[in-house]
């Protein structure tokens, strides 16, 4: 069998070693700069399987995810968009310059003829309008004007994101694999983050960016309605530009795209394991056969997670068939379905 073995450079070695770490340090001490601070619960099968993979590490993720973002104000200083007494793990901006994040959910919504379902639903509980969720109040549908220095509105943004996934890789023999695996599974926007990697042997080791622009959506939905004294102080307004149906629409569209996102990180995972085996030295090869310990072909991943799910639909269940027991109403509402794809 025609194979070639890559040797990885002891630097790559020393930078996983280091991620690693601090990927393993327990939940309630692990942050990062993400809105959710942490590593998304749809995504952590597929860094776990590509980390155990000799050349390649994550540094970076997201599972795909819904998002509301209030735009800053012009010219302003992010750290000042943050609420007063707020504590948060993440930069005020989440990446995108100084505003406001009012949603973010990286799972798909549950609704119901147009109300939205929050997590942990129970039964004695209104169920909120999409608007309500979103930190909004109806509008009159009628956009907003400048003001009067002349300055444009900052507007409400809806976002749904696929995901996206950063792999340092030891060598460019490494990141060829990744980016092979990426094109094929529908990752088409995939590329290498920088191309100081071909500088010579002590460049940084090349860093492969998993994307896909073509599953994105964004729509304009709301804007900031100022108290006249130009801050987030409490006394301001978010107005929606659009019907509580539309913002149904859009959830409804994104929870699709969910879907889709979902098998195409399956046919990534897919793709790769199979495109990577070890041999006894660290080296990797690209044309072997041999799959990694723990290696699950996608029909086999497939009905353990359908397992996994009815399991906990069924757990689910019975609390709240004890919860009800214990109260002595009758529960109506269906049970909760697990999200996880």
Not at 188 to 197: F, T
Request: charged content about 30%; proline content about 5%.
């Amino acid at each position: 069998m025609d194979t070639e073995t890559i040797m990885i450079p002891q630097t790559f070695v020393s930078r996983k070693s280091k991620i690693l770490a601090e990927l393993s340090a327990p939940d309630e001490e692990y942050s990062d700069l993400s809105p959710k601070g942490s590593v998304d619960e749809g995504i952590r099968d597929l860094i776990q399987d590509i980390n155990t993979l000799p050349g390649l590490v994550t540094t970076s993720s997201c599972a795909g995810r819904i998002s509301v973002f209030l735009e800053g104000r012009r010219g302003s200083n992010p750290a000042e968009e943050a609420n007063a007494g707020e504590e948060r793990k993440f930069v005020p901006s989440g990446g995108k310059g100084a505003g406001k994040w009012l949603y973010v959910s990286h799972e798909p919504m549950e609704t119901e003829n147009g109300r939205a379902i929050p997590k942990g639903f129970e039964a004695n509980k209104e169920r909120k309008s999409l608007l309500e969720v979103f930190g909004m109040v109806a509008g009159d549908g009628n956009p907003p004007s400048v003001d009067k220095e002349g300055h444009a509105p900052r507007l409400v943004r809806f976002h749904f994101e696929p995901m996206i996934l950063h792999i340092m890789t030891a060598t460019l023999g490494h990141a060829q694999p990744v980016l092979s695996a990426a094109s094929s599974s529908g990752f088409r926007e995939s590329g290498l983050q920088s191309l100081r990697c071909l500088e010579g042997d002590k460049a940084p080791s090349p860093i492969v960016a998993v994307r896909s622009a073509g599953l994105a959506l964004e729509s304009v939905i709301g804007y900031y309605e100022d108290d006249g004294h130009g801050g987030d102080d409490g006394q301001g307004v978010i107005r929606s530009l659009v019907t509580d149906e539309y913002l149904q629409l859009l959830v409804s569209m994104s929870n699709e795209r969910f879907l889709t996102n979902s098998e195409r990180k399956e046919r990534f995972r897919t793709a790769l394991l199979s495109a990577y085996s070890t041999d006894q030295s660290g080296g990797m090869r690209t044309k072997g056969k041999t799959k990694p310990d723990g290696w699950e072909d996608a029909e086999t991943r497939r009905e353990r997670k359908r397992a996994e799910g009815l399991a906990k639909k069924k757990l689910l269940e019975e609390q709240a068939k004890q919860e009800n027991g214990k109260s002595g109403v009758e529960d109506h509402a269906e049970p909760v379905r697990s999200l996880n794809t």
